[in-house]
Nanobody, 118 residues
């Protein structure tokens, strides 16, 4: 079955960096669009970035220039490198996959907490 397992979250000071990882299994990873979302307390889940199977990238405006999404198809893993972190980046971060290739993220990880202190 489809599994997405995030790791790499934690507590970091403002201006610091973290790299999130999402290990995927149970589907054809290399051809699947992968994404990252986040949900802050009391707010709706929001899209951050995605990367297609062919490597096309797209980012939310508020993270452009600070966050980088990448993938390693040999390891079935997608990453989110987060630099210059701000307190407003504090959220639970979720990995997502468009497994059914319908341009909708239909599979989700359990999330990893990122806390940025000021």
């Amino acid at each position: 079955q489809v599994q997405l397992v995030e790791s790499g979250g934690g507590l970091v000071q403002a201006g610091g960096s973290l790299r999130l990882s999402c290990a995927a299994s149970g589907f054809s990873f290399s051809i699947t669009t992968m994404g990252w979302y986040r949900q802050a307390p009391g707010k709706q889940r929001e899209w951050i970035a995605h990367i297609t199977g062919s490597g096309i990238l797209n980012y939310r405006d508020s993270v452009k220039g600070r966050f980088t999404i990448s993938r390693d198809n040999a390891k079935n893993t997608v990453y989110l490198q987060m630099n210059s972190l701000k307190p407003e980046d504090t959220a639970v971060y979720y990995c997502a996959a468009d497994v059914l290739n319908r341009r909708v993220f239909d599979s989700w990880g359990q999330g990893t907490q990122v806390t940025v202190s000021s």
